[in-house]
């Protein structure tokens, strides 16, 4: 296939979009508050196995670059597609203006690993981190998060078996907001024995389908 060069860029997809939770406090018209704050990243993902790691790249400009410097953790809620509205209007606005977990009816959880930073109810799953190390890259600092609890809804297990599926997980790719609910392989599928296959795929996606 023949390809065209659009010159350096990001263009990395689909990504899952995620409200970073951090704490802290603010000032609004003269008024001290301290806040549970929800701001959307795409920049984020997972980067070591064993301890767990991830990464969120944040400006430094964000109110939740400094409440996550102070503090020294932040949570990642994964949302459903669901909550895009949420997600979407967490990434526009700053929690310096207005309550944005208020705003969108997000309830802040207590979470048992942090000190002082919540999750929020309303997200299937919660990755509780707390910062490893902040590397400066340009425009953004990236924040390597230690993830030392993972909570997910009681509603994604099937027989203790976690079914994100169920979560219809949002993403986001160049600029728009998918849904992504089908599950069409598992890891290590495409080498997997047939009889595997068989049990645990659909069959439009066993091997004679193809
Ligand atoms: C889909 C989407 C993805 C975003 N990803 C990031 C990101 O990865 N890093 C970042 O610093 N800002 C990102 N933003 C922008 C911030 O979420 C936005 O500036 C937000 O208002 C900052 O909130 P705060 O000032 O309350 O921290 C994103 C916004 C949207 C809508």
Redesign the pocket.
């Known amino acids: 296939m023949e390809k065209r060069s659009i010159g350096p860029g990001t263009l990395l997809g689909p990504l899952p ?1 995620v409200l ?1 939770g ?1 704490y802290g406090e603010v000032e609004r018209h003269g008024t001290t508050s301290v806040i549970q ?8 993902g997972i980067v070591n196995s064993t301890p767990p790691m991830v990464s ?4 430094p ?5 400094r ?1 996550i410097m102070e503090t020294g953790e932040f949570t990642l809620n994964i949302a459903s597609s669901s909550q895009a509205a949420d ?2 209007f ?7 203006d207005l309550d ?1 977990a208020k705003a969108c009816h997000l309830t802040p959880l207590k979470l048992s690993t942090l000190s002082v930073t919540a999750g929020y109810k309303e997200c299937p799953v919660i990755l509780a981190c707390r910062v490893h190390e902040v590397k400066k890259l340009g425009s ?1 600092d990236m924040f390597i998060g230690k993830i030392v609890d993972v909570l997910a809804d009681d509603a994604l297990f099937a027989k203790d078996q976690l079914d994100l599926t169920k979560a219809d997980l949002l993403t ?1 790719y160049h600029g728009d ?1 998918y849904g992504q609910s089908r599950r069409i392989g598992f890891f290590g599928y495409s080498v997997a024995k047939t009889n595997v296959l068989k049990r645990r795929l659909p069959k439009e996606f066993w091997p004679e389908a193809r």
Do not use: Q
């Not at 929800?38 to 984020?44: C, E, G, K, L, R």
């Not at 400009?61 to 670059?65: D, I, K, T, V, Y």
């Not at 967490?90 to 310096?96: A, H, I, L, M, Q």
């Open positions: 979009v970073v951090s704050n929800p701001m959307t990243a795409a920049w984020t969120v790249s944040i400006r400009e964000r109110l939740s670059h409440f997600v979407d967490c990434g526009v606005k700053s929690g310096r944005k953004h986001y907001y």
